[in-house]
């Protein structure tokens, strides 16, 4: 049995600009024109399904990543396999190139982004089906071709294998309809703070509306920690604390890793925030979604740092 991570897979390009956003957005204007003279720039391997995947491994599994890429992803396929993903489930297709993310920080780690799918959107005709339901424990669907996310939404409730709907940043993208297509039989909804708000925007649903759809309604809160939502109440478990603080970028993506580990193994809510924090503040310390790295047992020692012993987590965590 194993965890499938469905979504996109990118090249990042990072950067940062030496200021702040808001000392250049003009109130009362009608169009805004900008552009920052940024002071790094670095490439680095990306996308929501190998960032997710990724940290797994880290944490102990053999995830198989679905998703679609393009002609320059050979490297990119190699370095996956050698820190033990499993990727014969990507299509790479020879006339597209893999999807770019671009992202510019400022000094209060706000963000402006672009996004330009590329391969992507050949995601759609990927048919989870296909790999059959008894080699699956569990599914995220994570952002992607909208089309695609909405597909393996239906494939994974005629399968009726459990899955974590993470929309994130196509929130902006796609209607309401759609929405609540994709979120029909998900297990979990993973959401920030922020795209909570949209979501109940979209859905026109409060969170006990949403709570009618999913068991469980996870947020992360940035400096605040994570919370959970569900039928029983809310859990809040606060954020673990970073060494150091350089890009934000991709640990959402870690925190899911911690999430899905917690998931399997069937621990409480509290324990699953814990790990889902936890792995988040590794990559928060790190320029890139993928540079950082750490044995089990030195997640363990993190774990306790912030939280104190865990003792369900021993038998997981060591080596």
């Known amino acids: 049995m194993s ?3 469905t979504g996109s897979i990118a090249w990042d390009y990072l950067m940062r600009f030496p200021g702040y956003f808001k000392e250049h957005i003009l109130a009362g204007q009608d169009k805004i024109s900008l552009s920052f003279l940024v002071d790094e720039k670095e490439r680095h ?4 399904a190998p960032n997710i995947a990724y940290n797994l491994a880290l944490l102990g599994e053999r995830p198989r990543i679905v998703g679609a890429a393009g002609l320059d992803f050979k490297d990119y396929k190699a370095w996956l396999e050698s820190v033990g993903i499993d990727t014969s489930l990507i299509r790479v297709f020879p006339d597209e190139f893999t999807a770019t993310f671009s992202v510019i920080t400022d000094l209060e780690h706000n963000q402006i982004a672009s996004f330009h799918t590329g391969a992507m959107a050949r995601a759609r005709e990927i048919d989870l089906r296909e790999i059959g339901a008894e080699s699956i424990d569990w599914v995220i669907i994570s952002p992607d ?11 994974c409730r005629d399968m009726g294998v459990n899955f974590i709907y993470d929309p994130s940043q196509q929130l902006a993208r796609i209607s309401g309809d759609e929405f609540m297509r994709s979120l029909q039989g998900a297990h979990v909804l993973t959401v920030n703070d922020y795209e909570l708000e949209m979501a109940k925007k979209l859905s ?3 969170e006990a509306g949403l709570l009618a759809l999913v068991e469980a309604i996870v947020v992360t809160r940035g400096p605040d920690g994570a919370s959970v939502l569900t039928r029983a109440g809310e859990v809040r478990v606060p954020a673990a604390q970073p060494e150091a603080v350089r890009e934000p970028t991709g640990v959402g993506d870690a925190f899911r890793a911690g ?8 621990y409480d809510w509290e324990t699953i925030l814990k790990l889902g924090n936890s792995s988040a503040v590794y990559v928060i310390e790190q320029m890139g979604t993928q540079n950082h790295a750490y044995t089990r047992a030195e997640f363990l020692a993190r774990v306790r740092q912030n939280y104190g012993d865990l003792p369900i987590l021993e038998a997981c965590c060591q080596e």
């Open 3 to 5: 965890i499938i991570v």
């Open 45 to 48: 391997r990306g996308g929501t």
């Open 145 to 155: 071709d909208p089309v695609a996310m909405e597909n393996h939404s239906q494939a």
């Open 204 to 206: 026109g649903l409060d």
């Open 259 to 266: 999430l899905l580990v917690g998931l399997k193994a069937g």
